[in-house]
DNA sequence: CTGAAAGCGCTTACAG
DNA sequence: CTGAAAGCGCTTACAG
C-alpha cells in the first residue's frame, strides 16, 4: 500500500510531450491554446499527431506555471479586519462572502484569505511588518468596520487594485467601493412616513461616526428638508443603545415626535424597552423604523418597519469591479451603490385616518 | 486626488528589491526565507538593509513563482467538493470552516479556497482540466461528501500533502483524514438502549454506502454483538428517508422491536410520521435515536436522542495535521478520530421500570 | 508553418 | 558571508 509523502515522482512536462512529438513547446502550447496571439501557426497534421501524444502521455498543463507565464496570479485575496468566522457575534461577512464566492466562481480566480494577518490581540492589519500582504494576490477585497483609513490609503497609493464592500471615504485618494443605498433608503423611509401622517420625525444614529451613519443621516435631513419638516437638533441623537437616556426619549415624545428612525435593530429595542417603562407601546405611542436589518431575519424582527442591505450583491458587485480593473475593463474609480429593499413591517403607524 | 489604479504599474518583484538594496536575488530569498536549507548565510546588517527595502518597496514575494521554484508559501488550501457559502442548504461547511479558521490564525499561514476549480454545472473537481489546482498551496485540507476515491489516490501518489475531514477508505493509498467517531457514538447509544431494558434495536441507515454510514452500522453491531442481542437482517436497513416503507415500520414493530437508530434528523422525523399515521408516538411506541445532528441545533431538534459531531475540532485538527506534515513532526499516515458527545433527548425511554 | 530564445519571479545547489 | 547561474513549466514576441 503506498503510503501519503514517500517520494516526488516527476510529471509530464510540456517539454516531454514536445520532444516526442519531435516539435518544439511553443508548437505544443499553441496547439493547447489556440486563440492565443502568439502569431504561431501549426500545421493540420503536427497538430494531430501532437494531440495524439498529449493523449499517450496523459499531459495536463501545469496551471502554477501558465500563471507565471501569463504574468498572472488568477488569485483574489479577502480581507477582513475581524477572522471571518467569528464563534460568537454571527457570521457577519457570511452573505457578502457568499456573494464573492458566487461571483469569483467560473471566473478563474481562487480566494485568498488573509488569516495570518491577524496579530494576536490587536486588530489584523494589511501592512503587518511593515509589507503588504495582501501582494500575493492580483487584487484583494476589503470587508470589515475598521474606521483607520491611512491603511486604504497606503494601498491606494501602492496601485495595488482593490475594491471596499461599504462607502470608505478619504481625502487623499479616491477609493473603490460597493456600498448600500442607505441615503435613498432612509429618505425613502422619511417619505413613508409623511405619507402617513406624520410630521415630526427624529432620528437616532450611533455613537460612532461612519460612513455608513453619515449616510443614513445625509438621506434623513435632506428628506426633512425637502418635505419642510420641522428639525430640531435635539431630534437629531447620537448614541449607543445602552447609553440612551429615558429623558431624551420622554423628550422628543413631549416635543410631538411621533416618528422615529433608528440605526439599529438594538436602538430600536433599547428605545421599546424604555417607552414600556411608561407604559407606552411601538407603534401606537410612537412609530419606529429601523435604518437597515440584522444579517438573518429573526422572527422577532419581521414586525419592524426597516430596509434590507443587500449585502450578498455587494459582495458580488466588488468582485465584479475588481475583475474588471484587473482586466482593464474598468478605468477610473469604481464606485457603486446597491439599493436597500423596504419592508413595511408594523412599527409604522399610520396616523392621519383611514388607510 | 490620487486615483486608484489609472496606470497599471508592474508589480515589485524580488529582483527590484535585489537591485535596491545592492544585493542578489539569491540573498534577499534566503532573508525572507530564514529557515530553508539554501545554505545561504546573509550578514545581520545586510539583512536588516534588505528588510528595509522590502518595506519601503511594499514587497511581497509572488506565490505562484514560489510554488513553481519549489519553495514554501505558507497557504494553506481548502477544497470543497461543493460551493464554501451556498445559498440554499445552509452552511454545510461552517462549522469545520471556523475550525481552520480558528486553528490556522496566528500559524502564519493564509487560507487558499479554491473555488476556481468549479466547473459549470458539474461538481468541482482537483484535476479539472488533467493537473492539480491545489499546487499554489503548501498543502490542503479537502472537505466534502464526493464518494469518489480517485482523485484522492491521485493526488496521494503524486505526494501532495493533504487531510480529508471525514474518514475516506482507498484500498490503493492509506489517506490522512480526521473523522467524528461513529462507531463508538453509535455504540454508545446501543448500551444506553440497553440499559434502558431495549432488547431488540434496529438501524435505518442512509441509502449510500459511505464511510460514515459504514462506521455507524459496525458501532451497531460491535454493540450488538457484544451484548448478545437478537440480530436480525430485517431490522438493518438501508434507504433514503423518503422511501422508508410503512410496511417494514409497522413490520419490525410487529417483531418487537422497541429502539431504531437513524442515521439522520429526516430519517427519524419519516419514522414519526409514519407512526403518526398509526396514532403511534416517539417515544411510547417506539424509542428512536438519531446517530448525529444537524448544523445548528434547532429547537425542534432538543427532543431527540442523538449525538453531536465535533465538526470545529475536525477542522482545528485537520489544520493541525497537516501543518505537522508539512513541518516534518508528523511522519506516516495521520489518522485522527475524535469522539461525538452523547445528547441525552427525550425520545429514548426507560422500558425496565422505574429509574 | 515552425523553432530557438527570452522571460514570468522565484529557490537552490554550486562556486567563490 | 555573498553572487552568478540553472531551473521550475509555461507563453510570447521574434526570427527564420
Redesign the pocket.
Known amino acids: 500500500m503506498v503510503k501519503q509523502n514517500t517520494s516526488r515522482t516527476?510529471?509530464?512536462?510540456?517539454?516531454d510531450v514536445a520532444r516526442q512529438a519531435?516539435?518544439?513547446?511553443?508548437?505544443?502550447?499553441?496547439i493547447?491554446?489556440p486563440n492565443?496571439?502568439?502569431?504561431?501557426?501549426?500545421?493540420k497534421?503536427?497538430?494531430e499527431r501532437v494531440r495524439e501524444v498529449v493523449r499517450q502521455l496523459g499531459?495536463?498543463?501545469?496551471p502554477?506555471?501558465?500563471s507565471?507565464?501569463?504574468?498572472k496570479r488568477n488569485i483574489l485575496g479577502v480581507f477582513t479586519y475581524e477572522p471571518v468566522f467569528p464563534s460568537n457575534r454571527g457570521n457577519f461577512f457570511y452573505p457578502m462572502l457568499r456573494g464573492i464566492e458566487m461571483q469569483v466562481s467560473g471566473m478563474g480566480y481562487d480566494l485568498l484569505l488573509f488569516t495570518s494577518a491577524q496579530d494576536t490581540g490587536t486588530s489584523r492589519q494589511i501592512f503587518g511588518g511593515g509589507s503588504n500582504r495582501l501582494g500575493v494576490a492580483d487584487g484583494a477585497v476589503l470587508l470589515g468596520q475598521e474606521p483607520d483609513s491611512s491603511e486604504l490609503e497606503r494601498l491606494a497609493t501602492e496601485n495595488y487594485p482593490f475594491v471596499i464592500v461599504g462607502r470608505r471615504h478619504s481625502d487623499l485618494v479616491e477609493l473603490n467601493w460597493v456600498a448600500a443605498g442607505y441615503a435613498d433608503a432612509t429618505s425613502e423611509i422619511v417619505h413613508q412616513g409623511h405619507q402617513f401622517g406624520h410630521r415630526q420625525i427624529a432620528f437616532l444614529g450611533s455613537g460612532t461616526t461612519r460612513e455608513q451613519q453619515l449616510d443614513r443621516e445625509e438621506g434623513y435631513l435632506s428628506a426633512i428638508r425637502k418635505l419642510g419638516l420641522e428639525n430640531r437638533p435635539r431630534w437629531r441623537r447620537h448614541s449607543e443603545p445602552d447609553a440612551i437616556e429615558p429623558e431624551w426619549v420622554t423628550g422628543i415624545l413631549a416635543e410631538g415626535v411621533t416618528l422615529l428612525l433608528a440605526e439599529t435593530p438594538e436602538h430600536a429595542q433599547r428605545v421599546e424597552h424604555i417607552l414600556g417603562e411608561s407604559d407606552l407601546t411601538v407603534p401606537n405611542d410612537l412609530s419606529v423604523a429601523v435604518l437597515g436589518s440584522p444579517l438573518e431575519d429573526s422572527p422577532a424582527m419581521e414586525r419592524w418597519t426597516r430596509f434590507q442591505i443587500p449585502r450578498e450583491d455587494m459582495g458580488r458587485e466588488a468582485v465584479r469591479l475588481l475583475v474588471g480593473q484587473l482586466d482593464g475593463q474598468v478605468a477610473g474609480p469604481a464606485q457603486t451603490t446597491l439599493p436597500c429593499t423596504f419592508v413595511p413591517g408594523e412599527t409604522l403607524r399610520r396616523i392621519n385616518g383611514d388607510p
Open positions: 516527476r510529471r509530464i512536462t510540456q517539454a519531435g516539435v518544439s513547446t511553443a508548437v505544443v502550447s499553441a493547447l491554446n492565443s496571439k502568439g502569431g504561431v501557426r501549426v500545421g497534421e503536427t497538430a499531459y495536463a498543463p501545469n502554477i506555471a501558465q507565471l507565464a501569463g504574468g
